[in-house]
C-alpha cells in the first residue's frame, strides 16, 4: 500500500470515528489502569494530529487540545 492510500484511508476512518459518539455506558469505565475516554481522545487526538493537512507549527497543539476537550465534553 502506498503512502498516499494509507494516508487516504486513516483520514477515511477517522472521519467515520468521529462521527460515531462515545458509548455512554462506558462513561468513566476503566480498563487496565486506563480511563477509556481519555484512550479515546488521546488516539483521536494523536490521529489527527498526523492527518494530512492538519499541522502547522504555530496551532498543532491548540487543535490536539480542542479535539481532546471536544470529545470528552461529548
Same mark, same amino acid.
Given at each position: 500500500?502506498?503512502?498516499?492510500?494509507?494516508?487516504?484511508? $486513516?483520514? /477515511? %476512518?477517522?472521519?467515520? &470515528?468521529? =462521527?460515531?459518539? &462515545?458509548?455512554?455506558?462506558? #462513561? #468513566?469505565?476503566?480498563? !487496565?489502569?486506563?480511563? %477509556? $475516554?481519555?484512550?479515546?481522545? @488521546?488516539? !483521536?487526538?494523536?490521529? &489527527?494530529? &498526523?492527518?494530512?493537512?492538519? /499541522?502547522?507549527?504555530? =496551532?498543532?497543539? /491548540?487543535? $490536539? @487540545? !480542542?479535539?481532546?476537550?471536544?470529545?470528552?465534553?461529548?
Amino acid at each position: 500500500m502506498s503512502k498516499d492510500t494509507t494516508l487516504d484511508a $486513516v483520514s /477515511r %476512518l477517522y472521519q467515520e &470515528f468521529m =462521527n460515531v459518539p &462515545f458509548p455512554p455506558t462506558l #462513561g #468513566g469505565a476503566d480498563r !487496565a489502569g486506563f480511563d %477509556l $475516554v481519555m484512550v479515546d481522545t @488521546d488516539t !483521536a487526538a494523536w490521529i &489527527f494530529e &498526523f492527518s494530512p493537512g492538519s /499541522r502547522t507549527a504555530a =496551532n498543532s497543539k /491548540r487543535k $490536539v @487540545d !480542542a479535539v481532546c476537550f471536544a470529545a470528552s465534553a461529548a
